[in-house]
Structure formats: structure tokens, C-alpha cells
């Protein structure tokens, strides 16, 4: 039987829900009730051959009719008679549909808010009528959120940490943590002359919005004692900022990058040649080292489809860029020490070789196995020393 039940009438109530119709209609004046529910009933036939499934049904309807108008219309059968059978659906009002999905509390806390930025902020009204449902998810920080709205405000582009925002009630830490909603509000409300249109996402919050970001610091280790910068005698590894690494022009001539620390830390000696640890997906502040551009790059990440992502991006600004170890040699050698790639990259990377694009297509259409993976500190050092020897022929 595929007649509308209750539970039916409220899955459509609750799809207006899920799409932020029915909070969006404590935002804007438009008149959204009454609405019709879709509503499929017996035929004629069904009438007739299953008239008690049919008195049922419509018991079960009236039964839940509290938040809901059933109309009805007549029926003339020739063995029943006359009969009102159901044929529409209304939910008259707001109330109603919230109470038919058991959602009257939530709406409560959202009609707080918008009350709430009425009065302090108006300009975020439209924000909570195309986005209520992620404003519910921060209700409780909402108050706060305001308040650090209106001190940006107030404060444009303030030249400062994060951190060093000084708001009763307000957690230093609390801005970091909602950047993600702060930046939508901010755009609203914030002078479009105090806003760099040309940063964007989370990790160009602060310039957008005028807060010194915390300085980047990029981690190397010079792979030749000759090349020693502190005249410690203990390993040279060192951490400077991004720009102060640009300004280094360091006279080697291979650089290798990891993304893992213990292979980072334990990377053979190797003259002329320096090692960086892990820039990840991020390569913007790597690229201010002009220098760079000089010199023999090799990156050595996972051999799965995220690691043949992060070399694509590499070579985004540094084309001259190899790949170490993330060959189908090595794969198919450490067999053994496969693992599962969680979430697999499928996009197409337009700056692979051949041979890298091979492979990459083989893991991200599961041709060698489900999700295949080798994280790189699965492979053993004495494979990267005769890596590492292969690459110190005379041509390079």
C-alpha cells in the first residue's frame, strides 16, 4: 500500500526544515503558509475491493491531524455509497509545522537571534535568512559573535594577533575557532574598504581582515657539514621564517622535500644538498624563494593519489621538480607494507609525467588494489641511500 501516512506528511515537513525554509520564515516577511502537503490516496477501486484498509487509513490520518488540515472530497460508489475520502493536505501556519516535526524549541533559539542582531547588528539579518540553519549550529556563540563583529567594526584592519583581541567574555582563542562563520559575518558588516578582496578562505583570514598573521616558519636541515650555518657542530637544523629562508640564498644545489618528520630528521648526508620538511598542499610562501628556482628539486611524499596531488602542486611553481621514490618500482617492491588511503584524490593533475600519471590513474581507478597506499616512512633507508646514489651521477 503506497497511500500517504503521517510519518509521509512529516518527511515533507521536515525536507522544508532541512532546506531553511521554515526558519528563513522568521526572517522575511513573504507568507509561506498555508502550504500543501502531497497526498496520495485509494483509488476507486481500492475503495471498493479494500474499504477497511481504506476506514483505516483515514483514522490514521485524522488520528495526527493536530498540526494538519485534511479536506475531503465525496465519493459515490455503487455498492458503498456515499464516502468523504481525503483528498488534500494543509499546513496552515509556522507553528504548525514546527509542531508537526517537533522543532518549536529550535525555532525559539533562532527567532532569539534574530531579535538579538536586529538590534545590534541589522546588516547580518540577510545572512540569517539565506543561512539559518547554520546560524542555529552557533547559537549558543552567538551573543559572542556579535560582539566580536561590532569591535571589527569598530576596529578595521586593527594590526594585531588574533589573540591579542581584548573582549569581556571572549576567549582569546574563540576567533580561531569560528573563522570560518566570522568571515561571512565580517563581509557584511565590516567597511568594504577595510576588507583585501584578494585573500580568501580560512588561511587568508587575518590578511583579509587586518590581523598580523603568526609568521611561517619553514624547517630544513643542510645535508652537507661544509654548508654549516651555526658553528655549533650539531645537526644543522634550523626553522626561520618564510621570509627570511627567501632571503638565505643557500649555495646547494639539490634541495629534497618530505612530508614525514622521522624521515626529515634521519635524511642521509648528501653534498651540496639541503632537505625541507613538508610543506604539504601549501607551496605560496616556498615559492617567495626565487632562489629555488635554481636548483635540482626532489619531493618525496606517500606514494598514494594525495601524494601525487601535492607534487602536482609543486610543480605549479616549481615545474623543474622530480619526483623521489614514487615510482611503480618501489610500490609494487613494498608490497607488504601496504595500507588504505581514507578519502582517495580522483581530479584529473595536469603537471604529471607520463609515468607518474600512469600510476596515479592506476590508484585513483583502484587497478592495483582498493584504495592502495605507501606511506613513505614504510620505505627502508637503505633503499633511500641507493636512491640517493643514483641521483649523484655526474649530469646532475
Keep these: 500500500m503506497n497511500w500517504t501516512m503521517p510519518a509521509d506528511l512529516r518527511a515533507q515537513v521536515q525536507r522544508w526544515w532541512d532546506r531553511g525554509l521554515l526558519l528563513a520564515g522568521l526572517v522575511h516577511d513573504e507568507a509561506l503558509f498555508p502550504r500543501r502537503l502531497n497526498l496520495k490516496g485509494p483509488t476507486s477501486r481500492e475503495l471498493s475491493e479494500r474499504f477497511a ?8 490520518l485524522d488520528g495526527e491531524a493536530r498540526f494538519y488540515r485534511v479536506m475531503r472530497r465525496t465519493v459515490n460508489h455503487r455498492i458503498l455509497g456515499e464516502n468523504a475520502v481525503p483528498s488534500e493536505v494543509w499546513v496552515d501556519s509556522l507553528e504548525d509545522a514546527l509542531g508537526l516535526i517537533g522543532k518549536q524549541r529550535e525555532a525559539e533559539r533562532f527567532a532569539a537571534q534574530v531579535t538579538l542582531t536586529r538590534e545590534h547588528l541589522p546588516e547580518l539579518i540577510p545572512w540569517l535568512g539565506k543561512r539559518p540553519l547554520r546560524a542555529l549550529e552557533v547559537a549558543g ?3 559572542l559573535l556579535l560582539e566580536v563583529v561590532i569591535w571589527l567594526k569598530n ?3 586593527p594590526g594585531i594577533y588574533l589573540r591579542q ?4 567574555s571572549v576567549h582569546s582563542k574563540f576567533i580561531e575557532g569560528h573563522r570560518a562563520v566570522l568571515g561571512e559575518l565580517f563581509d557584511l558588516a565590516v567597511p568594504a574598504e577595510a576588507i583585501e578582496p584578494a585573500a580568501t578562505g580560512v588561511t587568508g583570514f587575518c590578511r583579509r581582515y587586518g590581523f598580523r598573521d603568526k609568521p611561517l616558519r619553514l624547517r630544513f636541515r643542510l645535508l652537507d657539514p661544509a654548508l654549516a650555518l651555526l658553528p655549533t657542530g650539531t645537526d644543522q637544523d634550523i626553522a626561520l621564517p618564510h621570509d627570511a629562508f627567501a632571503r638565505l640564498e643557500l649555495p646547494v644545489r639539490r634541495v629534497f622535500i618530505t612530508e614525514n618528520e622521522i624521515n626529515f630528521l634521519a635524511f642521509p648526508l648528501v653534498p651540496q644538498s639541503l632537505v625541507l620538511f613538508g610543506a604539504g598542499y601549501g607551496f605560496d610562501f616556498l615559492a617567495e624563494a626565487g632562489w629555488l628556482r635554481e636548483k635540482a628539486i626532489h619531493y618525496w611524499g606517500d606514494l598514494d593519489t594525495h601524494g601525487f596531488a601535492i607534487l602536482n602542486q609543486l ?3 616549481f615545474p623543474q621538480a622530480v619526483s623521489f621514490l614514487m615510482d ?4 609494487l617492491a613494498h608490497r607488504d607494507h601496504w595500507g ?3 578519502r582517495p584524490e580522483t581530479r584529473e593533475l595536469r603537471w604529471l609525467t607520463s609515468e607518474e ?4 590513474d592506476d590508484l585513483r581507478r583502484n587497478r592495483l588494489g582498493d584504495r592502495v597506499r605507501l606511506e613513505q616512512e614504510k620505505i627502508g633507508f637503505d633503499r633511500v641511500r641507493e636512491a640517493l646514489a643514483e641521483k649523484m651521477s655526474p649530469k646532475e
Design 155 to 157: 576596529h578595521p584592519r
Design 340 to 342: 588504505v588511503e581514507p
Design 328 to 331: 611503480r618500482q618501489t610500490l
Design 357 to 360: 600519471a600512469d600510476l596515479y
Design 315 to 317: 610543480r605549479v611553481h
Design 165 to 168: 583581541v581584548e573582549i569581556r
Design 141 to 143: 556563540e552567538w551573543p
Design 53 to 60: 484498509e481504506v476506514r483505516d487509513w483515514i483514522a490514521r
